[in-house]
């Protein structure tokens, strides 16, 4: 290399050293560079992406129908009382679709709002909250990292509470941070603490005060065995202002049940106190800590890195901290939570953000790959993973990527090749700038570009596209009874089975009606028994997928009026192949 072109190395790298810092330190820029990230990476998807089945749709749904209904303080989902779900989520959708309008009541955008706004805000409180303890620079760095991170991303996109509880966890986190290692730190301070803590109740139950509890007594209380700090707090004064704040959650589960949760086993309770999301399995063992590794990318390159100096370091106040935020919350969700750790570990991620933050800012461009990192994986190596995402989705429906798609696809892997030798040359601001970048067009291109134009994977969208020309009020759908056929079709339950096509024929109602395959042997046979009638002819085919069962579906459409159909369109002309997508066997969608 020539002297020439060693000096112009040289600075570059120190331009990335200062461009970090020379942004941050300008008033409102870094504030206004987060907030114009978060709008690129999190619009797209929450604009294009079709409503997700099963828990997003839940959720809409019963807001829609609480606000149709002007009853507030009971939703509902159909007849059912979802205990484990606090109100104040749906109340801040049900904010939303009033403002929108009843035009707007089955437009998903409108109940993803709040999730969008939530996780944008607490982008934000990290840097606002985080300077205080690390730095503008650092602060930057880290919220941009946790802006970018997949999982970060994926609970901006979908209406559920964990994008909303995502604000008041992070902002209770940083607050309790900040009092913990400055003894000097303003009531105010702890007056935020507590307000936080009582909208985190209000939004997802104890989601919060878990959090609190597990870093509080699960692991500072073992590292500093001092919790003399917490009359910094005030609770005489802040744990009145959290309980009034989360006390609507009690009351509308006392409104609802007459004793609230009555009727709940003890499983059930804890479940209903950890928070919103109720699954029907449990965590395998591992399960939080591979969604924490996996949907905090790129910043999980130097976690390693992270908790070995961190560890190192721990009887300095603000590292022992964030251990305690990771670990102790950590060990909570992996020895009793049942829930979905891709909706769980982004509480987690502004301690990870600000412990990576910090380990870029130490570096002052010796070039040296950092110990412990995942700079060891060959860059090209890198590649692996955004590829393997795509590739899957494409494979899974049979298709090919269109040219813009593929060129997306292909820029995203070579940043993440950029990142991998950047991060091997211990060029950790500019590996901070690139990576970001690099999952801010992964977010934008999955979310945004391939999935919402991957028609088959949304059935109940595909099915709305072929009968949009059709009377759809007194509709019939057999066959498909995930949450999407009753919120984005507007078909409730009790027009989706055989017996209720068969009511209106014996009624003399002419009904659209939608049946699966699988269910038009058992639909004649109920038409036959009761009405003496039986299926037409289609008069259009709906193929598509159930991501949810893991199952092919293959639709007729079966007109009102046989003698006079409604145009289908003819993308969904009927052809006479006898499985849909080309699968040979189709698993049960029932």
Not at 199 to 206: S, V, W
Request: aromatic share 10%.
């Amino acid at each position: 290399m020539s002297s020439f072109e060693g000096a112009y190395v040289v600075d570059r790298q120190r331009t990335m050293w200062t461009w970090w810092a020379s942004l941050a330190a300008k008033p409102w820029v870094p504030s206004l560079a987060l907030l114009v990230l978060c709008l690129v990476v999190y619009l797209p998807g929450l604009v294009r992406l079709p409503a997700v089945d099963r828990t997003e749709i839940i959720w809409s749904e019963t807001t829609r129908d609480m606000v149709d209904r002007g009853d507030w303080m009971d939703p509902r989902y159909g007849s059912v009382v979802h205990q484990y779900r606090p109100i104040g989520t749906f109340w801040a959708q049900g904010a939303a679709r009033w403002l929108a309008g009843s035009s707007h009541d089955r437009d998903i955008r409108v109940y993803r709002i709040p999730s969008f706004v939530a996780v944008t805000l607490a982008v934000l409180a990290l840097f606002w909250l985080g300077r205080g303890l690390v730095g503008s620079e650092t602060a930057l760095i880290a919220s941009a990292f946790f802006a970018v991170a997949p999982l970060t991303v994926l609970v901006s996109q979908l209406a559920i509470a964990e994008g909303l509880s995502l604000l008041p966890a992070t902002v209770a986190m940083l607050a309790l941070a900040r009092l913990y290692a400055n003894a000097e730190e303003p009531f105010g301070t702890a007056l935020l603490f507590w307000v936080a803590l009582g909208i985190g109740i209000l939004i997802n139950a104890l989601l919060v005060p878990i959090l609190v509890l597990a870093t509080l007594i699960t692991t500072l209380y073992i590292l500093d065995r001092d919790l003399s700090w917490l009359k910094r707090l005030r609770p005489v004064v802040g744990l009145p202002i959290a309980l009034v704040l989360g006390a609507p959650w009690i009351i509308v589960r006392a409104h609802q049940d007459g004793v609230a949760f009555s009727g709940l086993s003890w499983r059930e309770f804890l479940a209903a106190l950890g928070g919103a999301q109720d699954m029907k399995l449990r965590a395998f063992p591992g399960t939080f800590i591979l969604a924490l590794l996996l949907g905090f990318i790129p910043g999980t390159m130097l976690i390693g890195t992270a908790l070995k100096r961190f560890w190192a370091a721990r009887d300095q106040r603000l590292p022992r901290f964030l251990l305690a935020w990771v670990i102790g919350y950590l060990v909570y969700l992996e020895a009793l939570s049942s829930k979905p750790g891709t909706y769980m570990v982004q509480t987690m991620f502004p301690a990870l953000s600000l412990a990576v933050a910090m380990i870029v800012t130490s570096e002052q461009g010796e070039g040296k790959r950092p110990e412990w990192s995942g700079f060891t994986i060959w860059p090209t190596a890198l590649a692996a993973l955004p590829l393997a995402v795509f590739g899957a989705v494409y494979l899974f429906v049979g298709e090919t990527p269109s040219f813009v798609d593929a060129a997306l696809i292909a820029i995203i892997a070579g940043l993440f090749i950029w990142t991998g030798q950047l991060g091997r040359e211990g060029h950790l601001r500019r590996w901070s700038a690139v990576g970001i970048g690099a999952l801010a067009l992964f977010a934008i291109t999955l979310l945004g570009v391939v999935l919402p134009s991957v028609d088959k994977i949304w059935p109940a969208r595909m099915i709305a596209k072929a009968i949009a020309s059709c009377p759809t009020n007194d509709a019939v759908l057999i066959g498909f009874r995930e949450p999407s056929g009753r919120f984005v079709l507007g078909i409730p339950p009790d027009r989706q089975t055989p017996d209720a096509l068969a009511q209106r024929v014996l009624e003399k109602k002419p009904s659209l009606a939608i049946v699966e395959d699988r269910w038009a042997k058992r639909t004649n046979w109920t038409l036959q028994s009761q009405s003496q009638d039986r299926l037409a002819q289609p008069s259009g085919c709906v193929s598509a997928y159930n991501v949810m069962r893991g199952c092919p579906l293959h639709f007729r459409i079966y007109s009102p009026n046989p003698a006079e159909p409604c145009v289908i369109p003819t993308e969904f002309a009927c052809s006479e192949r006898a499985a849909p997508l080309g699968f040979e066997k189709a698993g049960d969608c029932d």
